[in-house]
Every structure is written in structure tokens, then in C-alpha cells.
């Protein structure tokens, strides 16, 4: 995951903080993932680099969401109820 500097995370957390507190399920998360990737695109033009820049950055979003938030939890759960 490319860590970037700490006052452009304050600048886009502001904006994903307001975003947070609407999304109501699955879906909503869903759809905000998908437009943030259209309207780059729009902004960026369509070509086959700036479409794999999108999949690639939520591919690795995932695997990061992975590493840094479900494994732990994981490992909680095991050490609370045993593995299997």
C-alpha cells in the first residue's frame, strides 16, 4: 500500500469521514468504490493504463484491508474460540 504524505491524508479523510457516515451496506461501500473509480477516469481520460491503475489500486486496497484489518481479527477469534 503507497503510504502518501500526512496532509494529503487529512485532506481526503475529511471528505471519506463525510462519505463514511452515509453509507448505509454492502451495496452504498460498493457503489462509492465504483464511482470514485468513473468519475478518475473521467477526469483522467479512458485508456488501458488509467483503467488498470483503478483495478490494480482496489486490488491492492483489498489486500491490504486483508492484512491489515480481517487477519487480526481472525487471529482474535481463534484465540477466543480455538482453530478449527
Same mark, same amino acid.
Given at each position: 500500500? /503507497? #503510504?502518501? /504524505?500526512?496532509?494529503?491524508r &487529512?485532506?481526503?479523510?475529511?471528505? @471519506?469521514?463525510?462519505? *463514511? !457516515? =452515509?453509507?448505509?451496506n454492502? !451495496? &452504498?461501500?460498493?457503489?462509492?468504490?465504483?464511482? $470514485? %473509480?468513473? $468519475? $478518475?477516469? &473521467? +477526469?483522467? !481520460?479512458?485508456?488501458? *493504463?488509467? @483503467?488498470?491503475?483503478?483495478?490494480? *489500486?482496489? &486490488? =491492492? %486496497?483489498? $489486500?491490504?484491508? #486483508?492484512? +491489515?484489518r @480481517? %487477519? /487480526?481479527?481472525?487471529?482474535?477469534?481463534?484465540?477466543e =474460540? !480455538?482453530?478449527?
Amino acid at each position: 500500500m /503507497p #503510504y502518501i /504524505p500526512e496532509n494529503r491524508r &487529512e485532506f481526503f479523510d475529511n471528505f @471519506l469521514r463525510q462519505c *463514511a !457516515g =452515509h453509507v448505509q451496506n454492502e !451495496g &452504498e461501500l460498493n457503489y462509492c468504490f465504483y464511482k $470514485l %473509480a468513473t $468519475l $478518475l477516469i &473521467e +477526469k483522467t !481520460g479512458e485508456s488501458y *493504463a488509467n @483503467l488498470s491503475m483503478c483495478s490494480s *489500486a482496489m &486490488e =491492492h %486496497a483489498k $489486500l491490504e484491508w #486483508y492484512r +491489515k484489518r @480481517l %487477519a /487480526p481479527y481472525e487471529d482474535r477469534k481463534i484465540a477466543e =474460540h !480455538g482453530d478449527i
